[in-house]
């Protein structure tokens, strides 16, 4: 597996090697020991997530606060969809910006997104899969999101007209007013 630092070096996108023929392929999508090593510390994963969705669909910025913060790894085993990450640590350097990357069932990257990061992503096939490991439990009462659409994080999602998006996320606050980390 390579791993890339993206333009926020805290949030890597992960290539693995992949070893194909005519009989199709074989990877390793996950190694506890690699990942440790790429990430430069030991993670645990506690929950794997998996989501289906249709072209256009939108969901996020979500996040979790402390004391239950989760860091994503981000595969998609079905279709392709952008994927964003959002600096919600306030006193970093990269606070308030984003990384987006094109996330597929055959490019098989994988983004990990450590806790301090809003995610989000956008369906850009008829259908998209997405499983994600997840660094601590799903805890509703520290979930918050912010607007996929804020005007001062500008994200350019690759949209064509408006997004599906749910009823929750139509009403998440704006980066402004949102609680974020303290880092």
């Given at each position: ?22 009989r ?5 999508s ?56 959002v ?97």
């Amino acid at each position: 597996m390579k791993a890339y630092a993206l333009s926020i070096p805290a949030v890597l996108l992960l290539e693995p090697r992949v070893f194909e023929d005519e009989r199709g392929f074989f990877y390793e999508s996950y190694n506890q020991q690699v990942f440790d090593e790429a990430v430069g510390e030991p993670v645990t994963f506690v929950q794997d997530n998996h989501s289906r969705s249709v072209k256009g669909t939108l969901r996020g910025l979500h996040y979790q606060l402390p004391p239950h913060p989760q860091g994503k790894l981000v595969r998609v085993t079905l279709g392709e969809v952008f994927d964003v990450a959002v600096d919600i640590r306030r006193g970093s350097p990269t606070f308030g910006q984003w990384v987006g990357e094109t996330l597929s069932a055959g490019n098989r990257r994988q983004l990990w997104i450590p806790s301090g990061f809003a995610h989000g992503f956008v369906v850009t096939t008829d259908v998209a899969e997405l499983q994600y490991k997840c660094t601590d439990f799903y805890a509703p009462d520290y979930e918050r999101s912010i607007r996929w659409d804020d005007a001062d994080l500008d994200i350019d999602w690759p949209l064509d007209g408006d997004p599906l998006i749910s009823a929750k996320d139509a009403q998440a606050e704006i980066f402004r007013n949102a609680k974020v980390f303290n880092s």
